[in-house]
């Protein structure tokens, strides 16, 4: 076929330009509109048949964590909406890599889901910049469950009385003060490098493998401090062996109204250290599939009955949109990114 080519504002040639564009378009239109419609009615098919069997949901928490009994307890609820299972699998271990690579496997259909907090999606590929791996460009967000405040955390004898004490403790002797956490690149560990930041200061990480005896070392003063949770630290803090000196939120949480904030205890402004726990799905799941699972989740978490046990916890519950999902991560992954950078942190 020939096309004409305009010179001197003349078309030349057998077919004009214009002659060539308007020859077709009435049958491509047509194929165009049909192979869309089928496309779209294919999608919302789909969409609206999901899930016509169980969904499998894995997450690299151990059983009994935090995260692990938020999922197990949405699960049932989404279960019975759906009128299907949903199957929880814990693969713990690996820094999170045992349970992203049997899900980063999975077709991309729905069926397959992950649980990650912000942590694996925003500082996993600081920590091991020798695999290449980015979350966010190997998953997608697919729904939003709940955000966790952290506490600071001291022997219950311990001298210190604010947040003002235990940095001007830290000033008078660089490196000697421990801070505890549950695991290199954890919320504990990069807080604690935030406040070495925020506040000038420099102390000694201690990394450990088991919550329970990171804050019975901290009841003890084998370690100085440590960020907690409030579900993780409960059982010592009722013992009566910890007590919290700040929470390291902007504004207080109604769980804890007496603790000031760390900026109010008289430590640096700033401070926020919290995670966020999310579902992904495979890169490639249809949108529609996608936002059917994110719209049943929200209504799952907005039950009056979860609401009231993540209270209990300090437990946010969120409903956070893909897009707000993303964005809270990429924000998450510029702080922790400066963080890892600057201390030299590596898990490779």
Known sequence: MHTSIRTSGKPTGRFTARAHRTAFPPLLAGVALATGTLLSQAVFAQAGDFPSRPVIVTTPFAVGSGPDVVLRVVAEKLGKAWNQRLIVENKPGGGGFIAIDTVRRATADGYSLLQLDSEHLAALPHLYRQ????????????????????????????????????????????????????????????????????????????????????????????????????????????????RYLAVATPKRIPQMPDVPTIEEAGGPAGIDVNSFVVLVAPQGVPAAVREKIGNDVAKVMADPDIKARFDAFAFEVIDWKADEILRRAEEKSAVYKKLIDGANISLD
Not at 133 to 141: A, D, G, I, N, V
């Open 131 to 242: 695999r290449r791996f980015e979350t966010l460009k190997t998953f997608e967000p697919a729904a939003s469950l709940f955000r966790t405040p952290f506490l600071v955390a001291v022997p219950t004898d311990s001298k210190w009385k604010s947040m003002a004490d235990l940095v001007a403790a830290a000033k008078a002797e660089p490196g000697k003060l421990s801070y505890g956490s549950w695991g290199v690149g954890s919320p504990g560990h990069l807080g604690g490098e935030l406040l070495e930041d925020k506040a000038a200061i420099t102390m000694q990480h201690i990394p450990y493998r088991e919550v329970s005896q990171l804050y019975m070392n901290v009841g003890t003063g084998d370690v100085t401090w440590s960020f907690a949770s409030i579900p993780s630290s409960q059982a010592t803090f009722k013992s009566g062996k910890i």
